[in-house]
């Protein structure tokens, strides 16, 4: 079996998003009418089709969810190692393996200072169970299996403007090493509308989270969500069906924020990926004015 790399790596806004539309119109057939497409680097994500009804994959030793039409999604974690174990097992029983190879990338430090002392290093017991029970909240809803395929029609922006922090940057927050950015944050004005990047269904709403305050997840099919931080205004709930393009939430700087932005970021099962691999790359004016 053949993997076909489309995009490069790094931050770059090349043409790392034709694979969808390539995967859209005609993916690559490989062995058995298999195909798979996608980008092969950190933080990357790729998508297969065509495998028979009842068959089972599972990428470095972890089951992958496989959706009707035998549809499924790989992930490539920002750390991921140079090659990712791809393993099937047909409903006769026979299995196939490949080696993918995932490209490597370099990321920057992020250094922000200002931040309150307790949204850094939490100290009180209080602080910590509600992160616990917090953090708990969102795992759970990542969990949620549905089997539409909504990603298959592509993403968009869900908002766009100066991007002021990205993917798997190193966190130097007031001083101290933190944990990587796993997301892409868009710096604009408070009350910014943002919209849904694709069609999908609200798993997680909630207007207070301690660290990302205002924060919505959508779920797009076979445990692919997206994620919204730092929101002042919430415009839909659990449960909503949310066509591509609606309205979803306004802009703020709720939790651990400095000021007005929005943190997308997107998860694959426990992986999270780089939302800025599955969009297009803004207009010309706003990466302009990002430069300013």
């Known amino acids: 079996m053949r993997a076909v790399s489309g995009g490069r790596a790094g931050n770059s806004s090349g043409p790392r998003w034709l694979w969808w539309l390539a995967w859209l119109l005609a993916g690559p057939v490989l062995a058995g009418g298999l195909s798979l497409d996608g980008n092969f680097t950190q933080g990357g994500m790729a998508v297969g089709r065509g495998l028979p009804q009842g068959a089972q994959v599972w990428q470095d030793g972890r089951p992958v969810n496989v959706?009707?039409?035998?549809?499924?999604?790989?992930?490539?974690?920002?750390?991921?190692?140079?090659?990712?174990?791809?393993?099937?097992?047909?409903?006769?029983?026979?299995?196939?393996?490949?080696?993918?190879?995932?490209?490597?990338?370099?990321?920057?430090?992020?250094?922000?200072?200002?931040?309150?002392?307790?949204?850094?290093?939490?100290?009180?017991?209080?602080?910590?169970?509600?992160?616990?029970?917090?953090?708990?909240?969102?795992?759970?809803?990542?969990?949620?299996?549905?089997?539409?395929?909504?990603?298959?029609?592509?993403?968009?922006?869900?908002?766009?403007?100066?991007?002021?922090?990205?993917y798997g940057s190193q966190r130097v927050l007031n001083g101290k090493p933190r944990r990587p950015h796993y997301g892409v944050d868009i710096a604009r004005p408070k009350g910014t509308t943002v919209v849904a990047p694709a069609d999908g269904v609200v798993i997680f709403a909630d207007p207070d989270l301690f660290f990302s305050g205002g924060t919505l997840i959508i779920d797009h099919g076979?445990?692919?969500?997206?994620?919204?931080?730092?929101?002042?205004?919430?415009?839909v709930k659990v449960g909503d069906r949310i066509r591509k393009g609606q309205p979803i939430a306004e802009i703020g700087a709720t939790g651990r924020a400095t000021g007005p932005h929005l943190h997308w970021g997107a998860n694959l099962r426990d992986v999270r990926i780089d939302p800025q691999l599955l969009v297009p790359p803004m207009s010309r004016q706003v990466v302009e004015v990002g430069r300013k």
């Open 67 to 166: 959706g009707l039409g035998g549809i499924f999604l790989l992930g490539f974690a920002r750390d991921a190692r140079p090659v990712s174990e791809l393993r099937i097992r047909y409903p006769d029983g026979h299995e196939e393996k490949r080696r993918l190879k995932i490209a490597r990338r370099q990321f920057r430090i992020q250094r922000i200072d200002g931040l309150p002392a307790n949204k850094v290093a939490p100290r009180t017991e209080a602080e910590l169970a509600r992160i616990r029970r917090e953090t708990a909240a969102v795992k759970k809803a990542r969990r949620i299996l549905r089997e539409r395929v909504d990603f298959l029609q592509g993403f968009t922006w869900p908002v766009e403007g100066p991007i002021s922090g990205t």
């Open 222 to 235: 076979l445990r692919l969500n997206t994620s919204y931080l730092h929101l002042s205004e919430l415009l």
